[in-house]
């Protein structure tokens, strides 16, 4: 198996790093491999903790009669346009992931989100893109409700929400950029009627 022998942080920004591994190959051979992190010292990334811990939350919401999903479209830089997504963002320190979900969706959307139970094994946290990041967020289930307003996005945020039939997620999943975790999930809304019957305790 491979082995990481050293780690060299190249930047100091708030939201995300870049680090280098200095790593011996399993062929014994020296190697160089970059990773991306929340942390904002290596001691925190995960390959030196060895611990899952989410950084942020994803949230699958559904309206109180099961026929429309939440989704959020917005601007992103990497790709210089806008998006298809699942409402999402950082947990704050000390703050509960579900909390962090309630939060986020009403700062995105204005609704309000009241999480489901469901089984553990749906909202442990799970990596993003592993090939670049340690980046883990945790999935989190519920209904909202209220009326959709962008009057508590921050200023850096382009987001437009909106509530979804299953005729506009088709349309959508056809026809625009989107999300890896959004389509996956409402691939499904578009299959089930009851989208949270597989994991509902």
Do not use: W
């Not at 749906?122 to 289930?141: L, N």
């Not at 209220?146 to 945020?157: I, R, V």
Request: aromatic content about 10%; overall charge negative; proline content about 6%.
């Amino acid at each position: 198996m491979a082995e990481i022998r050293e780690i060299v942080q190249q930047t100091r920004n708030p939201f995300l790093n870049m680090y280098e591994l200095k790593t011996v190959r399993k062929n014994g051979k020296e190697g160089r491999y970059f990773v991306a992190s929340r942390a904002d010292k290596p001691e925190e990334i995960e390959c030196m903790r060895h611990t899952v811990k989410p950084d942020g939350v994803i949230i699958y919401a559904v309206t109180a009669d099961r026929e429309k999903v939440l989704l959020v479209r917005q601007y992103r830089y990497p790709i210089d346009d806008f998006v298809y997504e699942l409402p999402a963002g950082l947990i704050d320190p000390g703050e509960d992931y579900r909390t962090a979900a309630a939060r986020e969706v009403h700062e995105e959307t204005g609704l309000h989100f009241t999480p489901i139970k469901v089984d553990p094994m749906y909202e442990r946290p799970r990596y993003t893109t592993i090939g670049m990041t340690d980046e883990c967020c945790a999935m989190v289930y519920g209904c909202i409700d209220g009326e959709l307003s962008t009057d508590y996005l921050e200023a850096t945020e382009e987001i437009i929400p909106l509530l979804a039939d299953r005729e506009e997620v088709r349309r959508i999943l056809m026809e625009e950029r989107v999300a890896a975790p959004c389509a996956y999930h409402i691939e499904r809304f578009l299959s089930e009627k009851e989208p949270f019957a597989y994991m509902e305790e």
